[in-house]
């Protein structure tokens, strides 16, 4: 195996053509902020970029409820989402989220 180091700006330009996923270490919640989620709450689904984690809120930005994910592996691998509406900023009480993970797509912007 060989490695090359790029910087910040050319890795954020080319992550989504490269092969594999990247680790991020998750050891507290503040590791949440500035990432991309879905969430999955008791009664909605999200997606946004994390801002702020204030003791039980979360503060999305770009925030869209997602009204129907469609085939689930088809919205986490690929992106595409049935039925999405662009909310703009946002926040969730964590103790509502049933589970979730990274968003690696770009955020929607249009209603869908």
């Known amino acids: 195996m060989k490695t090359i180091q790029v910087s910040e700006d050319t890795y954020d330009k080319i992550k989504g053509q490269l092969p594999g996923e990247e680790k991020i270490d998750i050891s507290d919640l503040q590791d949440f902020v500035g990432k991309n989620i879905f969430v999955r709450?008791?009664?909605?689904?999200?997606?946004?970029?994390?801002?702020?984690?204030?003791?039980?809120?979360?503060?999305?930005?770009?925030?869209?409820?997602?009204?129907?994910?469609?085939?689930?592996?088809d919205a986490i691998k690929k992106g595409e989402l049935d039925?999405?509406?662009?909310?703009?900023?946002?926040?969730?009480?964590?103790d509502t989220m049933v589970d979730g993970g990274f968003w690696v797509h770009d955020l929607p912007t249009e209603q869908k």
């Open 41 to 73: 709450t008791v009664t909605y689904h999200l997606v946004g970029k994390v801002e702020k984690i204030v003791g039980n809120l979360v503060f999305l930005l770009e925030a869209s409820w997602v009204a129907d994910s469609g085939r689930f592996m």
């Open 83 to 94: 039925e999405v509406e662009p909310v703009g900023d946002w926040f969730f009480n964590i």
